[in-house]
């Protein structure tokens, strides 16, 4: 084992002791009385029961009432607006006829809401969604909160919805949870070629039909977007932290091999319940190791740095404390082993095509840096996710891949990675501390020192470079009153086309914020999740426009160039929008999450570390600025 992940875990693992050792005693107890019981329905009453199975028809209705196959839950983010989601619609009786043939009895439990960010980018929905997350690890736990289920099948692809759903699920850690993926949509217009689109449009060269036209060629079938985003690193994470079958992440919805593997989630389901012989409870599997295994692949692809704060959220879930100390750390010691779209040319389909998740995962495995020794829902030991996924006589089979990538400027082995360290580094400075996507960050960019120009709005910085006030000028453009405690924390993804214009021209421009610019980020140097946020008194809220700012992706630090004594006598300037002036689009009934939410580096969630014998209060940080 690489000894820094060693040392990195070993340190999680004492760090986490009281919280996890807390919740592993509640979910052995769980697991004990379950066995003693039988299936969890029953234990319930004669009226509970009824109304169970009060819906139910034929053989289902004869194995709910007489309470001796287990029980399997079904919780969707069905939704037929959503490319990712539609595929979700006909997997309940697939799931149901493939847990009834294995000997169980599956139910649809509940629906949790999936929100697309990729429509709400810009707009008032977006400062709903990272709170979505909580939203949908709330819903899960309603649909599992009925006593009627020895294990779960989890139907989510994107941002915030995987993430939730783990956390739920979490919450009842002693149940089996099996993901279950739709896949990508196949690949479209070329990821070039859209960017270039965008950016014509933003230089007023070409207009919205012609942009409108890119757009929709890009994002064309049902199926994940496939550039590599929050939502394919959700597959990617949820894959190595063995909650997926082995090989099922990045196959294509509507074809044969899609639905087998849906099958065969759902048999499996039925397998690891603690009534079969091979208990899996989510809350084993989900343990340290696992974490750290989803860090590294987290880093070693370049993926979104949404993630920096769900992996601290999903652990905190499982009563493991993760810092982002841990995360800064693991970056140095992972190389970068793929260059997939906005990190490179290729798509996840290309990185598929090229081995995918079992070349990635086996090199990382014979370079010492995943956890090989951990549960899954294939079986004890990650070894498993070796093996490529075949279709034989109309069943998947599986076979280690034992050769390597089949495309070097995509996937790469650790002998010969794009870069000796990991696509996402932790800056840390008298502004406080921040996330970096680097792996698209051109060299000559890693370093900028720049005067700043400060905005408590995105769309400030929008009109400032439709009106020319931005050209033929170096600047640090500071985008504040962006946090979960703000607005919600939305994704700030609408300036990266602007600003790489200027980028292009040869200025030199960075960002610094405490709002979000996910996976998508691309190529503009960039310190995002500021922590502490502006609303709770950041030094963020401090900047002047002109102050010198030093982003330094190298060494890890950011800086405001101004004496400290200086800084002592200024007043915070701007402020959060009002209860009052937060409404429309549903704000105003998410008012309750932007008092409560802790800070992007302790998760932006209102959660608190599960198995902590205190409160929320744990996780969260100083109180927000005036409501």
Not at 241 to 269: C, D, I, K, Q, S
């Amino acid at each position: 084992m690489n000894p820094v992940i060693q040392e990195i875990t070993d340190r999680l693992i004492a760090r986490s002791h009281a919280a996890r050792t807390a919740y592993l005693a509640r979910l052995h107890a769980e697991a004990e009385a379950a066995r003693r019981r039988g299936p969890a329905r029953a234990g319930l009453g004669c009226a509970n029961l009824a109304h169970g199975f009060a819906a139910a028809a034929g053989s289902d209705r004869r194995d709910l009432r007489a309470g001796v196959k287990p029980g399997v839950a079904i919780v969707s983010s069905y939704n037929d607006m959503l490319s990712a989601h539609q595929p979700y619609e006909t997997y309940p009786p697939i799931l149901k006829a493939a847990v009834r043939r294995a000997g169980g009895v599956a139910q649809f439990a509940g629906g949790v809401p999936a929100m697309c960010d990729g429509i709400t980018q810009g707009r008032a929905g977006m400062e709903l969604s990272l709170y979505s997350r909580e939203v949908i690890a709330m819903s899960t736990a309603i649909a599992l909160s009925h006593d009627m289920f020895d294990a779960s099948l989890m139907l989510g692809v994107c941002d915030k919805i995987v993430p939730g759903l783990l956390i739920g699920a979490l919450h009842f850690g002693h149940l089996p949870a099996v993901f279950v993926p739709a896949g990508p949509m196949t690949s479209g217009l070329p990821n070039k070629v859209k960017a270039r689109t965008r950016q014509l449009f933003a230089e007023g060269k070409v207009g919205k039909p012609e942009l409108l036209d890119a757009e929709s060629r890009s994002y064309h079938s049902p199926g994940t977007c496939t550039f590599y985003g929050t939502a394919n690193s959700n597959q990617v994470m949820i894959e190595v932290m063995g909650l997926h079958l082995p090989g099922a992440t990045f196959v294509n919805p509507r074809t044969e091999l899609r639905e087998a593997l849906t099958e065969a989630a759902g048999r499996r389901a039925v397998e690891i319940t603690v009534h079969g012989g091979e208990y899996t409870p989510a809350g084993e599997v989900v343990d340290e190791r696992a974490i750290v295994n989803a860090c590294v692949a987290l880093l070693a692809t370049g993926g979104s740095t949404n993630h920096t704060m769900h992996l601290v959220a999903i652990a905190a879930a499982a009563g493991i404390e993760l810092l982002w100390d841990d995360l800064a750390a693991l970056s140095k010691a992972v190389p970068l082993l793929t260059r997939i779209y906005p990190n490179g040319q290729a798509d996840v389909n290309h990185f598929q095509a090229a081995g995918g998740m079992q070349v990635l995962i086996g090199e990382l495995l014979d370079a010492g840096l995943l956890h090989a020794d951990v549960l899954t829902i294939a079986g004890r030991g990650l070894g498993h996710y070796r093996s490529a996924v075949t279709l034989k006589n109309g069943e998947p089979v599986w076979r280690e891949r034992t050769g390597g990538s089949t495309d070097p400027e995509v996937l790469r082995p650790v002998s010969d990675a794009f870069s000796p360290d990991g696509g996402i580094h932790m800056l840390d400075g008298n502004l406080g501390r921040a996330v970096g996507k680097v792996s698209a960050v051109r060299e000559e960019h890693l370093v900028v020192e720049a005067p700043a120009k400060v905005f408590d709005d995105q769309l400030e910085l929008l009109r400032a470079f439709e009106s020319g006030e931005l050209d033929g000028q170096d600047f640090v453009a500071v985008i504040r009153y962006q946090g979960p405690s703000a607005n919600g924390m939305p994704e700030l993804h609408k300036l990266t086309p602007p600003l790489a214009v200027l980028l292009d021209r040869g200025q030199r421009v960075a960002i610094v914020t405490d709002g979000r610019m996910s996976g998508a980020s691309g190529k503009v140097p960039a310190a995002i999740h500021l922590s502490p946020e502006a609303a709770c008194g950041g030094p963020i809220a401090l900047v002047l426009d002109g102050d010198p700012i030093r982003l330094d992706s190298i060494a890890g630090t950011l800086e405001l160039l101004v004496p400290a004594e200086e800084l002592a006598t200024r007043t915070p300037r701007g402020a959060p929008l009002t209860d009052a002036q937060w409404t429309g689009t549903g704000r105003e009934l998410f008012a309750v999450f932007r008092r409560t939410a802790g800070p992007a580096e302790r998760g932006a969630g209102i959660f608190a570390l599960n198995g902590h014998a205190e409160s929320a209060a744990n996780l969260a940080g100083p109180a927000p600025g005036p409501a």
